[in-house]
């Protein structure tokens, strides 16, 4: 008996000490962010490692590679096939995300996936129950929720607002034709278009602010919008979108968003969390004014615009793989996974859909419903 314990322990000993392989899909600015961090987590821990990147085009997948000292591929086919390869890491255009997360999947592969986790309902749902039925974790990268600041107010000062009864929220960014939407054959190739980008500024850039709303409050039981596209000739889906939301306790959200700002020297993402007993500013991930009546009172004197939106901080991405990975090194569950990531996709689509019936929509949405 005791020979048969030793070997147990020695066994599992030997298992919890192998690192995760990671794969990276898709080596654009994000899947680059992705590489880097996985790498710099490789260094910090014993857990990860950076076994393989992946892009269609080889020159990027070959340079990318050799300059982490990484096999590269050219096909997540090649790649799925590795053995060292236990979880995949998608950064590539969002409609690529559910065809290759559910083909990961059923090789038997976690997977961890950019925003929008699908640009349909239908596809996300499907990602969700082949994860469970393939007994494998699916994780979303919703890496603003690992902002020092945006923590200090879900964790400590949430609480201390009593009754939150709305929360206001702001997006004015601006993406140009030439440099972001055609910039390349690749950006030409998916961005614009219902279809293969499954949506504009609030499928792209506004979900986080969506996410951190449905987080910061609750799930939301309906909605009512508009969308269009105002500025930009040439493409499909909207630069422009306002929505309210009733929560299920009762609160009101608003959301306004746009990637049509001018002067661009002064874009900005805002959070206002509204309690009865004082309320809450997030600018840009920091807090710029906590006001609690007769606890708690700071106030940035002014508020720093940003002149260029595009390229985010790595540090929260890496925050958030480290949890994922640290999640299933001990077989624990990982908050945002894919149920959790449908949440503010549902409330998007729900908006598409307000904005063509002219009416108030009701959550859930039948996932068979396309917008």
């Known amino acids: 008996m005791k020979t048969i314990l030793f070997f147990i322990l020695i066994f599992n000993s030997q298992y919890m000490s192998k690192r995760i392989g990671v794969a990276v899909v898709g080596l654009g600015s994000i899947g680059k962010t992705h590489v880097k961090a996985l790498k710099d987590l490789e260094k910090e821990t014993e857990f990860v490692k950076l076994v393989a990147v992946v892009d269609q085009i080889k020159a990027i997948a070959e340079k990318i590679g050799s300059e982490y000292g990484t096999p590269y591929y050219t096909t997540i086919d090649e790649v799925l096939r590795n053995s060292e390869v236990d979880v995949i890491s998608i950064a590539t255009p969002s409609y690529l995300h559910a065809p290759q997360a559910i083909l990961a999947i059923e090789y038997g592969k976690h997977v961890i996936v950019e925003k929008p986790m699908a640009t349909t309902l239908a596809g996300a749902r499907e990602m969700v129950s082949r994860a469970e039925r393939n007994e494998v974790k699916l994780g979303v990268i919703f890496q603003e929720r690992y902002a020092p600041d945006i923590r200090r107010l879900k964790n400590d000062i949430l609480k201390e607002l009593g009754r939150i009864y709305l929360i206001e929220s702001e997006l004015k960014w601006y993406r140009d034709m030439k440099g972001y939407y055609k910039r390349d054959e690749i950006a030409r190739s998916w961005r614009g278009m219902w279809n293969t980008e499954g949506g504009g500024v609030m499928t792209n850039q506004g979900i986080h602010t969506i996410d951190l709303m449905i987080w910061l409050n609750g799930e939301v039981e309906e909605v009512s919008g508009f969308v269009d596209n105002l500025t930009h000739d040439g493409i499909e889906v909207e630069d422009t979108a306002v929505a309210i939301m009733r929560y299920k306790n009762g609160a009101l959200g608003t959301i306004s968003q746009t990637v049509s700002m001018k002067p661009t020297t002064y874009q900005?993402?805002?959070?206002?969390?509204?309690?009865?007993?004082?309320?809450?500013?997030?600018?840009?991930?920091?807090?710029?004014?906590?006001?609690?009546?007769?606890?708690?009172?700071?106030?940035?004197?002014?508020?720093?615009?940003?002149?260029?939106?595009?390229?985010?901080?790595?540090?929260?991405?890496?925050e958030l793989l480290r949890d994922f990975l640290r999640?299933?090194?001990?077989?624990?569950?990982?908050?945002?996974?894919?149920?959790?990531?449908?949440?503010?996709?549902?409330?998007?689509?729900?908006?598409?859909?307000?904005?063509?019936?002219?009416?108030?929509?009701?959550?859930?949405?039948?996932?068979r419903i396309v917008v």
Not at 292 to 297: C, F, P, Q, T, W
Request: hydrophobic residues 35%; without cysteine.
């Open 268 to 318: 900005y993402r805002k959070i206002r969390v509204n309690g009865s007993n004082g309320f809450v500013e997030i600018t840009d991930g920091s807090l710029s004014t906590v006001a609690i009546e007769g606890k708690i009172e700071e106030s940035k004197s002014s508020v720093e615009y940003k002149k260029e939106t595009i390229a985010q901080p790595g540090n929260l991405h890496k």
């Open 327 to 367: 999640a299933l090194s001990e077989d624990n569950d990982f908050p945002i996974n894919g149920k959790e990531g449908m949440k503010s996709l549902e409330v998007i689509k729900a908006v598409y859909l307000s904005s063509v019936n002219r009416q108030v929509v009701k959550l859930p949405l039948d996932v």
